[in-house]
């Protein structure tokens, strides 16, 4: 699906975050016919695991539709392994279950304590709500290498 309309169906739906400024690609799942949920697919945003081998789910957001983020992420590895690439990583809170996830052969892989932000004198940034917020890694091998 093109980048502008999953881009609106995040800013409509997601519970904490607002559309990511680019993608390598988005998916979008249908139920009844009405597009149900969004996966944006971008290069990682860390930028130790922006190896070209490697994507990120950077957004994931659905419309409450049963089973819907299980269906984008089996969607998203499908396409990633077959454009070539190893793995595919993403992050939620630490107070969300990662059901989904689970459920579609992610794995934890990493607990990240919160941040105070990502402002810095030298690269200044807006609160956006998302601080002071825990995190944890996953990851899923697409391609073993």
């Known amino acids: 699906m093109s980048f502008a309309d999953a881009c609106a169906f995040v800013d409509a739906h997601h519970r904490h975050h607002t559309a990511p400024r680019g993608h390598k690609f988005?998916?979008?799942?249908?139920?009844?016919?009405?597009?149900?949920g969004?996966?944006?697919?971008?290069?990682p945003v860390a930028r130790v695991f922006d190896d070209g081998l490697t994507l990120e789910v950077t957004r994931l957001a659905t419309d409450g539709t049963a089973?819907?983020?299980?269906?984008?992420?089996?969607?998203t590895a499908r396409v990633a392994?077959?454009?070539?690439?190893?793995?595919?990583?993403?992050?939620?809170?630490?107070?969300?279950?990662g059901a989904s996830l689970r459920g579609a052969g992610w794995q934890r892989i990493a607990d990240r304590p919160a941040r105070s932000g990502w402002h810095t004198p030298s690269r200044p940034r807006t609160h956006r709500g998302t601080e002071h917020t825990a995190r944890v890694l996953w990851e899923l091998i697409v391609n073993p290498a």
């Open 81 to 97: 392994r077959a454009a070539g690439y190893h793995r595919i990583l993403t992050y939620t809170r630490a107070d969300e279950t």
């Open 26 to 36: 988005s998916l979008g799942v249908l139920a009844a016919g009405d597009l149900a």
């Open 67 to 75: 089973n819907a983020c299980s269906a984008l992420y089996g969607a």
């Open 38 to 43: 969004v996966a944006i697919i971008g290069r």
